[in-house]
């Protein structure tokens, strides 16, 4: 599952901030999570966000399933 990182917060009740402890700022849409094949994509892993971060995405999208 992956969701998508912007640069624009609009301040979205889905959005979970990144905070400083990331070298990747900007909002995950949590609302937008998907299920892709990475390998497909020749995605790349650029970090891990910190667990309370993804903790507070993986609430939003508990609440959409």
């Not at 992956?2 to 009740?13: A, F, G, R």
């Amino acid at each position: 599952m992956v969701c998508p990182i912007t640069n624009t917060d609009k301040s979205h009740p889905f959005h979970v901030n990144l905070d400083d402890s990331t070298s990747v700022k900007g909002v995950i849409l949590a609302d937008q999570a998907k299920m892709l094949n990475v390998r497909a994509r020749d995605a790349r892993f650029v970090e891990k966000c910190l667990e309370y971060i993804w903790m507070e995405a993986i609430e939003i999208i508990k609440n959409f399933l």
